[in-house]
């Protein structure tokens, strides 16, 4: 069965970073694009960035966009989120998702992707 799982999330103070890793199994990895999506309570669920699957293809939300980076390991089935520079509002629970091939298809609304993982929570104290 397809399964998403995300790590690395935790508590850190503002201006810190993280380095959030999603671990996909029971797909081809190299044939799905990937994105990362966060909701914070009482918050619809935001766009942060994506890659699609030729690795090189990336898109970020503005309000993370020269803080966090997107990447991903095709021989270990892994997406990662590179996140510095840390702000309270990017407290969030943080989701990976998946989608096959995705090369036209708008990777900045949740509805697209077949597969999402459980999420990991990302807390940043001021």
């Known amino acids: 069965q397809v399964q998403l799982v995300e790590s690395g999330g935790g508590l850190v103070q503002a201006g810190d970073s993280l380095r959030l890793s999603c671990a996909a199994s029971?797909?081809?990895?190299?044939?799905?694009?990937m994105g990362w999506f966060r909701q914070a309570p009482g918050k619809e669920r935001e766009f942060v960035t994506s890659?699609?699957?030729?690795?090189?293809?990336?898109d970020y939300a503005s309000s993370v966009k020269g803080r966090f980076t997107i990447s991903r390991d095709n021989a270990k089935n892994t997406v990662f989120l590179q996140m510095n520079s840390l702000r309270p509002g990017d407290t969030a629970v943080y989701y990976c998702?998946?989608?096959?091939?995705?090369?036209?298809?708008?990777?900045?609304?949740?509805?697209?992707?077949?597969?999402w993982g459980q999420g990991t929570q990302v807390t940043v104290s001021s």
């Open positions: 890659i699609r699957q030729d690795g090189d293809t990336t």
């Open positions: 998702a998946a989608v096959r091939f995705g090369s036209t298809i708008p990777l900045r609304i949740p509805a697209v992707y077949t597969y």
């Open positions: 029971g797909l081809t990895f190299g044939s799905y694009s």
